[in-house]
């Protein structure tokens, strides 16, 4: 149990274009999901925490117009890079929980290029 | 604000060997560790979770330890194999909220 999934698992677009990557927990009610962002050879950095139906946290530093974050269903979070950028060519994924569980599951990923 | 350090940043070793991945962090209000597997381009893999109560975790060939007052974690492999060749992560949740704090990782290498 307690599968996440994200799609896409990669995606190219052209700088200035926006992009939206899915995240969805397919056997559980996620009431929070988390946002991260993974550059080459370093950790996982939490970008934002959205509860469903609220609208989502975002840590210092991460613009929030830029990377908007809508969590409308418990099954279902969805980041959208816009007007996306050659540096925000990272990997990005996402995790979620749910009440009573002591931790996050984290999905596959999905890779973003920007060209 | 949690500061989480793992050492050593890379280990290499020949297959067979027992090795031990170390991880800190600063404060020490932690709801619970948990250590992670990431293979080359894709997602984390759970491995072990360790209650702030608790103070190991054992499975299979894994064992993860946690000393809380002094802000330690160590997690130990056993007869080590190719196949656990990868980064492994440590993170720590606090008590308050359910942010998890990750380390930058260890990278694994088993030589066959």
């Known amino acids: 149990g307690a599968v996440v999934s994200q799609h896409p698992s990669w995606v190219i677009c052209k700088s200035g274009t926006s992009v939206k990557i899915e995240c969805r927990s397919l056997?559980?009610?996620?009431?929070?999901m988390f946002w991260y962002r993974q550059f080459p050879k370093q950790s996982l950095m939490l970008m934002a925490t959205?509860?469903?139906?609220?609208?989502?946290?975002?840590e210092q530093g991460v613009e929030k117009d830029k990377f908007l974050i809508n969590h409308a269903s418990l099954t279902l979070s969805t980041l959208t890079v816009t007007s996306a950028h050659p540096e925000d060519s990272s990997f990005y994924i996402c995790?979620?929980?749910?009440?009573?569980?002591?931790?996050?599951?984290f999905g596959p990923g999905t890779r973003l290029t920007v060209t | 604000k949690q500061e989480v350090t793992q050492i050593p940043a890379a280990l290499s070793v020949p297959e067979g060997e027992n090795l031990v991945l170390n991880c800190s962090f600063t404060?020490?209000?932690?709801?619970?560790l948990q250590w992670f597997r990431q293979d080359p381009g894709k997602g984390l893999t759970s491995l072990l979770l360790?209650?702030?109560?608790?103070r190991e975790q054992t499975s299979g060939r894994l064992n993860a330890s946690l000393d809380k007052s002094s802000g330690r974690s160590t997690l130990y492999i056993a007869a080590s194999q190719p196949g656990d060749s990868a980064t492994y992560l440590c993170?720590?949740?606090?008590?308050?909220?359910?942010?998890?704090?990750f380390g930058a990782g260890t990278i694994l290498r088993v030589k066959s």
């Open positions: 995790s979620a929980s749910a009440l009573g569980l002591y931790e996050q599951y």
């Open positions: 056997d559980f009610q996620a009431t929070t």
């Open positions: 959205s509860n469903e139906g609220s609208k989502a946290t975002y």
């Open positions: 404060d020490s209000a932690i709801y619970n």
């Open positions: 360790i209650q702030s109560s608790q």
């Open positions: 993170a720590v949740r606090g008590v308050y909220g359910n942010k998890l704090v």
